[in-house]
């Protein structure tokens, strides 16, 4: 049975059209505390605990390990209580509570809500690829286009 070829819709926008749409989407004028994130960041670190088989016990030693500084059990339930609002996570310790967790959750909404986009590492690379694969047939494409031109110019 032969390959059925999949058609590709050259009129999708691509990943870099849509972040340069949203870009330009950015509204200009800023309401009073739209930045302020306390909450949504404090339920991102319960879903992400809610997710991670370990327990906040070993989420807090995990993190102790890779900081080189205690963390412990209180310090996390301190970070996700709503009653504790005076309690924060620092923002230096998120990158070894997504390690610990195996969310990226809680950096990824910091990340959005300032206007920028975070892709794992793969995926960065997988998008820049795709950027040059869409630069190649855009030059291709002109090329074909000068090419006809020259014959028509020819004939």
């Not at 302020?36 to 319960?46: C, G, M």
């Not at 991670?52 to 900081?67: D, F, K, T, V, Y």
């Not at 909404?109 to 892709?119: C, D, H, K, N, T």
């Amino acid at each position: 049975m032969p390959k059925r070829k999949t058609k590709i819709d050259t009129r999708q926008m691509s990943l870099f059209d849509v972040l340069k749409q949203v870009a330009e989407s950015q509204p200009t004028q800023t309401r009073e505390g739209e930045m302020d994130i306390a909450n949504s960041l404090r339920v991102a670190l319960i879903e992400a605990i809610k997710t991670c088989p370990l327990s906040r016990h070993q989420i807090a030693g995990e993190m102790s390990h890779l900081l080189g500084v205690e963390v412990t059990k209180t310090t996390i339930d301190a970070w996700t209580a709503e009653s504790k609002d005076r309690h924060r996570v620092p923002a230096e310790y998120l990158p070894a509570f997504c390690r610990a967790t195996g969310s990226s959750e809680p950096i990824r909404l910091l990340v959005e809500r300032g206007g920028m986009f975070a892709m794992p590492g793969p995926e960065a690379l997988r998008a820049e690829i795709q950027k040059y694969d869409e630069q190649e047939r855009k030059a291709r494409a002109e090329k074909r286009k000068r090419l006809k031109y020259l014959e028509d110019m020819e004939s």
